[in-house]
Nanobody, 120 residues
């Protein structure tokens, strides 16, 4: 079973920076993508940034130029967040899409989330 654990959230002032990490454990036979999502109070969960197995990345418009997604290997995912704004306040979730063996379909695995609060 694949498990994901996020870390690095916290309270930061507007204009500040944070680096989120997501550590994956368990067997990953084939990786499709890893990504960061966020959910603010009263809002739907939304994609923030995504990185595919080949290295291509995708960002939501509101974070382009401020956030950078990267991956050490199939086991550690990062989100470097700069020039943070109050509207970035949310719980940030890590998601991995992959398969644990050749005979199972691609599956989405989620972490428990880490709170990011941007406030003065």
């Amino acid at each position: 079973q694949v498990q994901l654990v996020e870390s690095g959230g916290g309270l930061v002032q507007p204009g500040g920076s944070l680096r989120l990490s997501c550590a994956a454990s368990g067997r990953i036979f084939r990786l499709y993508s890893m990504g960061w999502y966020r959910q603010a109070p009263g809002k739907q969960r939304e994609l923030v940034a995504q990185i595919f197995s080949g290295g291509n990345t995708n960002y939501t418009d509101s974070v382009k130029g401020r956030f950078t997604i990267s991956r050490d290997n199939a086991k550690i995912l990062y989100l470097e967040m700069n020039n943070l704004k109050p509207e970035d306040t949310a719980v940030y979730f890590c998601k991995l899409t992959g398969k644990s063996s050749p005979t199972v379909p691609f599956t989405d695995y989620w972490g428990q989330g880490t709170q990011v609060t941007v406030s003065s």
